[in-house]
């Protein structure tokens, strides 16, 4: 499957985006789908996921919520009440795990390109 992650711009704190996230060459429907972030520097961290199986849904934060339509082949994250902590590059990711108590990087097999989501103060 391959990813194409969009929506990323720049918002002022406190306003709102919505990054989405289009497969294409295999069905997502068996797939977790999670994003993450990286900052210059720093390890890439976990943000969100959603089952394939379940449609469990895992955030490291209520602010960002994560939704899937297998229909469209689509994955969406909407990060509400941004900081500019939450500044970054974001990547939609697949998973073939069906769940996890402790999401990383490691966890995903395919990525996406990321966007850059800019938070001003």
């Known amino acids: 499957v391959q990813l194409q992650a969009s929506g990323g711009g720049l918002v002022q704190a406190g306003g709102s985006l919505r990054l989405s996230c289009a497969a294409s060459?295999?069905?997502?429907?068996?797939?977790?789908l999670g994003w993450l972030r990286q900052v210059p520097g720093k390890e890439r961290e976990f943000v969100a996921a959603i089952t394939w199986n379940s449609g469990r849904i895992y955030s490291v934060d209520g602010r960002f919520t994560v939704s899937r339509d297998d229909a469209k082949n689509t994955v969406a994250l909407q990060m509400d009440s941004l900081k500019p902590e939450d500044t970054a590059v974001y990547y939609c990711?697949?998973?073939?795990?069906?769940?996890?108590?402790?999401?990383?990087?490691?966890?995903?097999?395919?990525w996406g390109q990321g966007t850059l989501v800019t938070v001003s103060s």
């Open positions: 060459g295999r069905r997502i429907s068996s797939y977790t």
């Open positions: 990711a697949a998973s073939t795990r069906m769940y996890s108590g402790n999401w990383r990087p490691s966890d995903f097999t395919t």
